[in-house]
């Protein structure tokens, strides 16, 4: 019974890998191409069965989530309840770190979720390894930091505080000061293109290449100050919120937005992107939250609430926030968001950031005393690919990554909002030639034109209706001539251009010039 079991599971786990049916052969009369069809039908075979196979043995783990019987509600467990029935291992991600007088905090994880980075508004920084749980950097800069963001790897972070953007590394030794940025509010970093964009006080966004520091982009955004900045990580175009209500998509070889959206009936306060691209969360001072379809730029739902921080997790949960209050939102049966889970910081608490830390269930928060954890069931993906992200990584597999990933770096002028267009062809139509009849419609059209053209009457003796008619016909003469002379035209500047070539090679290679030359 059980071996039945496993077959079936097996058999509906290969079906979920092929291509659509199969083709139907025996209508075919040509056995070549009837071989090679078959052919293809057996490989398309082979790959969704070795497919199945790596999903049933190498992603043992499954997603969880939070399931209530009868009448109880997912968003009435508290995090206490939960800590009683998970692991130790995951009970350690559950913690708070008090830090009063440096706050309020943001943060940062690497793209595996195994290090930290957090920077106080005072000018606390901290690089913590997440595994362990012990800090491998901590550091005073003695002023003001609004925001940090890692770079391609845990070695490398930026920083935007008071006056400049500097780059630290791992020792917490600065390398660079980015002084074109201005003073930044938001920093994003583009990790498939190695770009660390940014936006200052001035409203003014930057974009430049830390591989060579050269500066891609610097463009006026026109809408003011602006401290909302995301990227969207299905096609890495950038998206501002503005006090208009607008959110701007831009990307680096455009001086103007890709696209401009109201978005809300004031201020825009927070934005972010669901992994796959096509659904954008957008909060606004209106008290509104809003999910947007990308593919139709058309608002599919609006919950009502203010939110002052948004972030989507890995399998799509919503994470909202406002003064001390988190809301977790998931989609329900009918695909629109609903209550998934709460949590109430202790009060006095003002929230700054909230963000998902990938491949864990655990979402991060920085607020104004410090910096805190609780578990959100559900919302990581429970199996990490180590040739994108892998945790327990060594020194040696992150210097042959570090290679990889910069001989795989994507040029600027990739970023666009479709990007299954790039390796595209255009289809070049072909000049359809004009047959006979059509130009002697043509022709006839333009000595229809001359005939009605009405001749003004001279003094006595030069309006004869001799004259008269000689004009027309010598006007009907003119147009045919004309019409002659622009038809043969491109032939003889054809002949005129393979001349021109040839003569301007060297006497002694006319002689070998092909025919095609001449």
Not at 21 to 38: I, S, T, V
Not at 226 to 233: A, F, H, I, R, Y
Not at 428 to 443: A, F, G, H, N, V
Request: some cysteine; proline content about 4%; glycine content about 6%.
């Amino acid at each position: 019974m059980d071996t039945l079991d496993f077959s079936d599971e097996f058999e509906v786990t290969v079906n979920k890998y092929q291509r659509g049916e199969a083709a139907n052969l025996e209508a075919l009369k040509d056995k070549k191409l009837k071989g090679q069809l078959a052919d293809r039908e057996e490989l398309y075979k082979k790959s969704a069965n070795a497919a199945a196979k790596a999903e049933k043995w190498l992603m043992q783990t499954e997603a969880g989530r939070l399931e209530a019987d009868g009448i109880e509600k997912t968003w009435r467990f508290d995090q206490h309840a939960i800590a009683k029935e998970v692991d130790v291992a995951s009970r350690k991600n559950q913690f708070d770190l008090i830090l009063p007088d440096l706050g309020p905090y943001t943060l940062d994880y690497t793209a595996s979720g195994r290090y930290m980075v957090a920077a106080g508004r005072k000018g606390h920084v901290a690089l913590i390894d997440l595994h362990t749980m012990k800090p491998i950097k901590d550091m005073q800069v003695r002023e003001t930091v609004r925001d940090v963001v890692f770079l391609h790897n845990e070695l490398f972070f930026a920083a935007a505080q008071k006056k400049y953007t500097y780059i630290y590394n791992q020792a917490g030794a600065e390398l660079h000061c980015l002084k074109e940025h201005g003073s930044v509010l938001k920093l994003q970093f583009l990790k498939n293109h190695f770009l660390l964009s940014s936006i200052n006080k001035f409203g003014h966004l930057h974009y430049q290449d830390i591989t060579t520091g050269q500066m891609i982009g610097n463009y006026r955004s026109g809408l003011g100050r602006s401290d909302v900045l995301q990227v969207n990580p299905y096609n890495s175009v950038l998206c501002s919120g503005h006090a208009g209500g607008t959110v701007s998509m831009w990307k680096p070889t455009s001086a103007a937005p890709l696209v401009k959206m109201l978005c809300h009936r004031g201020p825009v306060t927070a934005i972010s992107f669901h992994p796959n691209g096509h659904l954008m969360a957008t909060a606004g001072m209106d008290k509104k939250i809003k999910i947007w379809d990308l593919r139709k730029y058309e608002a599919i739902q609006t919950l009502p609430g203010h939110a002052k921080s948004l972030d989507f997790s890995q399998k799509g949960l919503l994470a909202t926030s406002t003064g001390s209050f988190i809301q977790v939102l998931a989609t329900s049966d009918s695909q629109d968001y609903g209550r998934y889970m709460i949590h109430t910081m202790a009060k006095g608490y003002q929230i700054n950031k909230v963000l998902f830390r990938p491949y864990e269930d655990v979402l991060g928060i920085g607020h104004s005393n410090g910096l805190s954890s609780v578990l959100i069931p559900g919302s990581g993906e429970p199996n990490f690919d180590s040739w994108v992200a892998n945790p327990y990584e060594t020194s040696k597999q992150r210097s042959e990554k570090e290679v990889r990933v910069l001989l795989d770096k994507l040029p600027p002028e990739s970023i666009i909002l479709d990007p299954t267009k790039i390796g595209t062809l255009s289809i070049k139509k072909k000049k359809e030639k004009r047959t006979k009849q059509d130009l002697e419609e043509e022709k006839e059209a333009a000595v229809a034109a001359v005939k009605n053209v009405h001749l003004k009457k001279k003094t006595k003796g030069r309006s004869k209706p001799s004259k008269m008619a000689r004009k027309k016909q010598e006007g009907i003469e003119q147009a045919k001539r004309s019409f002659v002379e622009k038809n043969e035209d491109g032939g003889a500047n054809k002949k005129q251009k393979r001349i021109t070539e040839m003569t301007d090679l060297p006497v002694a290679l006319q002689p070998f010039a092909s025919r095609k030359t001449r």
